[in-house]
């Protein structure tokens, strides 16, 4: 609209950044807008759970705390700026050649970075302070990039069901579909939408930050050194980490594959009880089974790293969250999971 947003020398090549800001972490990628390419991806986990590990404690502690808005705020945009400055150091740009930015997350974390009020999602009927998509000036939410950069933030749905659930609903082009679809968006809030005879319905339920490595003895995020996939077969425990580094935790994806692995090896029976008369798993300091995925020797920080008992208890709670989403989503099409294409 005839609007400087930065000036660059004629051969500089333009950016734009693309932002999911999850209840527990935030992943940032950096694409070349001329060729659509994602250059450089980073994440970090959510600084905000220093005030609640879910979305209602952060309510919360806003309703009790007069600069809590503010302060919550603040802290995801000093994230941001941190995360933009290792982007460009990575890709060797200055913050100038960052001029446009897409960014999502669920109601509440949307509503929580633009600085606008939450009170009102802890009661029924759970109503957005804004549904449609919005554009603000980075620097009025504290982002450093181009000195004109807009920030876009997509739609948000309804209730829990936010601005990155409006963006798996789009990259899929799940509106065009003629079959019964479900799309799932796994996280510490997982939001699940079903189409079905050409309508999508869409619900939020509150899995947990299992699936983000939260909650889990030797669980971490992402990172170099996590293991991320786990093979339990002829006699032996395969890992695969993040950049092939030694092991020093396990994050969500190898969470779950490991709860299966342990499952269709009856290292554990359906109730989730790990059984001890494998030479993978023995007894913890409260006398019930867990498995040694790591001994402390081949680890990277010189510590066993063990799953227990809680660690499966969280993946149930979690994946019991999901079903139930899930079977609300089908009794109200009227349809069975045997009709989901």
Known sequence: DGEVISVLPPQAEIFGISVDIGTTKVAVYLVNLSTGQIVEKVGEMNPQIAYGEDIISRISYIRENEVGRAELQEAIAGTLHTKIHELCNLAKIK?????DSVIVGNTAMHHLFAGLPVGQLVFAPYVPAVNQAVDFRAREL???MAPGAYIHLLPNIAGYVGADHASVILSTELWKTKETILAIDIGTNTEISLVSKGKISSCSCASGPAF???HITHGMRAAPGAIERVQIKDGEIKLFTIDDQAP???CGS???DVVAEMKTSDLMNEKGVIKTESPFTRKDAKDLGELLLVPKNESGNQKDITISRNAVNEIQLAKAAIRAGLDILLAEAGIEA????
């Open 142 to 144: 504290g982002v450093n």
């Open 248 to 250: 020093v935790g396990i």
């Open 95 to 99: 913050q100038e050649q960052i001029v």
């Open 212 to 214: 983000e490595g939260a």
């Open 338 to 341: 045997e009709d989901v294409d």
């Open 254 to 256: 190898g969470i779950l």
